[in-house]
């Protein structure tokens, strides 16, 4: 009896379909949020999320689509978990792909499938969060940042940053600023330690501040990267000084911190450069610097970034 030829179904390509339809059920059912998969012409989004209202709507009655949206890069299989730190992972890509995701129109967010756990772990893909690795780069993927209800807020925050017109759509509250600022903050801080080989329990005060000035110099980036002598005249302060604070030699004032923060937005305005509303947020940079200074509430974050790793 002679034997058909079959089509030959590639191990990897059933894993990579695992991921997709395990990121579509986490986040219908977990997030609520809708998924839309990117079925044709592919090349480095494979799907779009958009965020659902969850406010003031009693329990079971239908939620408002918000139209704010995420494009979504999912990546399955052992091989993306073995670049490891006791923190998560480090992703690996090309200076290609990197392009591609800081130009999309929409707000990146990198997800990886773990198949034995059936897990997903994510983390957005910007200017903060990238890496240069050699002639490629990399992305820190946070064990905290699971896949679940847990992480709505925090996921879902590049996709309500979206402006029309350059104006927020939103105006922050001081609960959802202090919310962010712990979560860019912590953020910073998975970035930092996991390059040096260290937990988040073992992260000083002086790693704490070292993360502020990497904020600092990504809100100094955004606005265009003004020179230092231009933000002496605008804050009057020296420009030794202000370097130092930029490079994390030293540790500025919660006063001097809402100086530079609002002389560093006035110089993206003067140059027509569009600044976030979060970055903005006095009361945000405020926070951040609080944590940054004092150890108990550095003690606060790690027991967030601790909740935000167990099961919800």
């Given at each position: 009896?002679?034997?058909?030829?079959?089509?030959?179904?590639?191990?990897?390509?059933?894993?990579?379909?695992?991921?997709?339809?395990?990121?579509?059920?986490?986040?219908?059912?977990?997030?609520?949020?809708?998924?839309?998969?990117?079925?044709?012409?592919?090349?480095?989004?494979?799907?779009?999320?958009?965020?659902?209202?969850?406010?003031?709507?009693?329990?079971?009655?239908?939620?408002?689509?918000?139209?704010?949206?995420?494009?979504v890069?999912?990546k399955?299989?052992?091989?993306?978990?073995?670049?490891?730190?006791?923190?998560?992972?480090?992703?690996?890509?090309?200076?290609?792909?990197?392009?591609?995701?800081?130009?999309?129109?929409?707000?990146?967010?990198?997800?990886?499938?773990?198949?034995?756990?059936?897990?997903?772990?994510?983390?957005?893909?910007?200017?903060?969060?990238?890496?240069a690795?050699?002639?490629?780069?990399?992305?820190?993927?946070?064990?905290?940042?699971?896949?679940?209800?847990?992480?709505?807020?925090?996921?879902?925050?590049?996709?309500?940053?979206?402006?029309?017109?350059?104006?927020?759509?939103?105006?922050?509250?001081?609960?959802?600023?202090?919310r962010?600022?712990?979560?860019e903050?912590?953020?910073?801080?998975?970035?930092?330690?996991?390059s040096?080989?260290?937990?988040?329990e073992?992260?000083?005060?002086?790693?704490?501040?070292?993360?502020?000035?990497?904020?600092?110099?990504?809100?100094?980036?955004?606005?265009?990267?003004?020179?230092?002598?231009v933000?002496?005249?605008?804050?009057?302060?020296?420009?030794?000084?202000?370097?130092?604070?930029?490079?994390g030699?030293?540790?500025?004032?919660?006063?001097?911190?809402?100086?530079?923060?609002?002389?560093?937005?006035?110089?993206?305005?003067?140059?027509?450069?569009?600044?976030?509303?979060?970055?903005?947020?006095?009361r945000?940079?405020?926070?951040?610097?609080?944590?940054?200074?004092?150890?108990?509430?550095?003690?606060?974050?790690k027991?967030?970034?601790?909740k935000?790793?167990?099961?919800?």
């Open positions: 009896m002679r034997r058909c030829n079959l089509t030959v179904v590639a191990p990897a390509h059933l894993v990579d379909r695992a991921g997709v339809s395990r990121a579509a059920y986490l986040v219908t059912t977990q997030l609520g949020w809708l998924f839309r998969e990117q079925e044709t012409s592919d090349i480095g989004i494979d799907a779009q999320i958009e965020v659902v209202d969850e406010a003031d709507y009693p329990a079971g009655a239908p939620r408002r689509g918000t139209g704010r949206l995420l494009a890069q999912i399955s299989g052992t091989s993306r978990f073995t670049k490891s730190s006791e923190l998560g992972w480090w992703f690996y890509c090309d200076a290609s792909h990197i392009e591609y995701w800081k130009n999309h129109s929409l707000p990146v967010a990198l997800m990886l499938f773990e198949p034995e756990s059936e897990q997903i772990y994510w983390q957005h893909v910007n200017e903060e969060t990238i890496v690795a050699g002639n490629s780069y990399k992305v820190f993927v946070s064990s905290r940042n699971r896949l679940s209800g847990a992480c709505r807020d925090e996921l879902g925050i590049p996709a309500r940053r979206q402006t029309d017109g350059g104006l927020v759509i939103t105006k922050p509250t001081r609960g959802s600023s202090v962010q600022a712990d979560y903050l912590a953020g910073a801080i998975d970035l930092l330690v996991a040096m080989g260290k937990t988040l073992e992260a000083t005060p002086r790693d704490f501040r070292f993360a502020f000035a990497a904020q600092l110099r990504a809100l100094y980036r955004r606005a265009g990267a003004p020179k230092v002598d933000l002496s005249v605008k804050t009057g302060y020296e420009v030794a000084k202000l370097t130092a604070y930029l490079e030699a030293t540790h500025p004032s919660r006063g001097r911190v809402v100086a530079i923060v609002e002389a560093l937005v006035e110089c993206a305005h003067e140059k027509g450069i569009k600044i976030p509303g979060y970055l903005m947020d006095v945000a940079w405020e926070r951040m610097w609080r944590v940054s200074d004092r150890p108990g509430m550095q003690k606060i974050v027991n967030k970034a601790r935000g790793a167990s099961p919800s």
